[in-house]
T-cell receptor, first 110, second 114 residues
Framework: SQQGEEDPQALSIQEGENATMNCSYK?????LQWYRQNSGRGLVHLIL?????REKHSGRLRVTLDTSKKSSSLLITASRAADTASYFC??????????FGQGTTLQVKP | SQTIHQWPATLVQPVGSPLSLECTVE??????LYWYRQAAGRGLQLLFY??????ISSEVPQNLSASRPQDRQFILSSKKLLLSDSGFYLC?????????????FGEGSRLTVL
């Protein structure tokens, strides 16, 4: 079953702008992760945030987690054409499995 | 460093034919191994996962099966493919004991059943 739901499904921005993607989930989690997938390729892990953390940074990436609202956001600052990809959130829980959302397709126009 | 290999990269098979997709991991021991399927424009569906040789857990009923004959080898099989088996299949691994930790994915195998 799919737990994470990303919003928006698709996002198109100009190079240099910030991109924000949201993820909502339904059950309690241990952690939430974000992955990136270039077209036709495997997924690449971007960042993991634990349930007791509220914000995490990695380079141009900023992830927030609000467990009371069961939601997370991924912010990519100063976007580049190379950031064009699909982005997925995945939730880890006591079930011992990662459940992926449907993804947000980001297009960054040069 | 660890690497994951998955093959074949693309496959076109007729309905009713068998399937074998292979995945191997290098540079780590006793990894957790996973098979996911991704339909076009969709998220990932977990099909199978394994925490050790011969230990396979199936997530969804289907005509696919998985086997782990060696520590770092994971095979996805079918005896008779259905049209609905078409999709992008991804193998992944994680560090043993970290079932909800970071996943490392292969490059995927695109299967088209005609």
């Amino acid at each position: 079953s799919q737990q994470g739901e990303e919003d928006p499904q698709a996002l198109s921005i100009q190079e240099g702008e910030n991109a924000t993607m949201n993820c909502s989930y339904k059950t309690s989690i241990n952690n939430l992760q974000w992955y990136r997938q270039n077209s036709g390729r495997g997924l690449v892990h971007l960042i993991l945030i634990r349930s007791n953390e509220r914000e995490k940074h990695s380079g141009r990436l900023r992830v927030t987690l609000d467990t009371s609202k069961k939601s997370s956001s991924l912010l990519i600052t100063a976007s580049r054409a190379a950031d064009t990809a699909s982005y997925f959130c995945a939730t880890g829980s006591n079930t011992g499995k990662l459940i992926f959302g449907q993804g947000t397709t980001l297009q960054v126009k040069p | 460093s660890q690497t994951i290999h998955q093959w074949p990269a693309t496959l076109v098979q007729p309905v009713g034919s068998p399937l074998s997709l292979e995945c191997t991991v290098e540079g780590t021991s006793n990894p957790n191994l996973y098979w996911y399927r991704q339909a076009a424009g969709r998220g990932l569906q977990l099909l199978f996962y394994s925490v050790g040789i011969g230990q396979i857990s199936s997530e969804v009923p289907q005509n696919l099966s998985a086997s782990r004959p060696q520590d770092r080898q994971f095979i996805l099989s079918s005896k008779k493919l259905l049209l609905s088996d078409s999709g992008f299949y991804l193998c992944a691994w994680s560090v043993f004991g970290t079932n909800t930790g970071e996943l490392f994915f292969g490059e995927g195998s695109r299967l088209t059943v005609l």
